[in-house]
């Protein structure tokens, strides 16, 4: 095969490998910010956290919440919900970054199949930044 188009192929699997690997990052932040609270199931996002928040500010203590399954929940202890949520957001976005940062300094294919979710080490990393 001519040079220029092998090299062509190698440069066109390591962009469609560094995509699916950026798709792959994104999948686990999703799951990682799903939050199971009073047998419902709540994403961790934004808006949700700041929902939640408003609804304590205005001093509620528990209030009815529609999951990520459109099922109404109960929650008895709106205190304690947005403590799991900012947590479970907060760690899912800070491995994201992480990761992210690890697939963008990969300039080849092996060092991006080499990819490894976060370590203790890395959030440390992270968190002294």
């Given at each position: 095969m001519d040079e220029r188009l092998?090299?062509?192929l190698q440069f066109s699997n390591y962009r469609q490998t560094l995509?699916?690997?950026?798709?792959?990052?994104?999948q686990r932040m999703r799951n990682q910010r799903t939050v199971l609270f009073n047998n419902g199931?709540?994403?961790?996002?934004?808006?949700?956290?700041?929902?939640?928040?408003?609804?304590?500010?205005q001093g509620y203590e528990?209030?009815?919440?529609?999951?990520s399954k459109e099922v109404p929940v109960?929650?008895?202890?709106?205190k304690d919900f947005l403590d799991k949520l900012i947590d479970a957001n907060f760690k899912a976005t800070n491995e994201y970054f992480v990761a992210n940062e690890?697939?963008?300094?990969?300039?080849?294919?092996?060092?991006?199949?080499?990819?490894?979710p976060a370590t203790d080490d890395d959030k440390e990393e992270t968190e002294q930044a």
């Open positions: 092998s090299r062509a995509h699916i690997q950026k798709q792959n990052l994104m199931m709540f994403i961790a996002d934004p808006s949700t956290i700041a929902f939640v928040k408003t609804l304590i500010d528990e209030s009815i919440m529609i999951d109960k929650i008895t202890d709106l690890k697939v963008k300094r990969s300039r080849n294919m092996k060092a991006l199949l080499e990819w490894e």
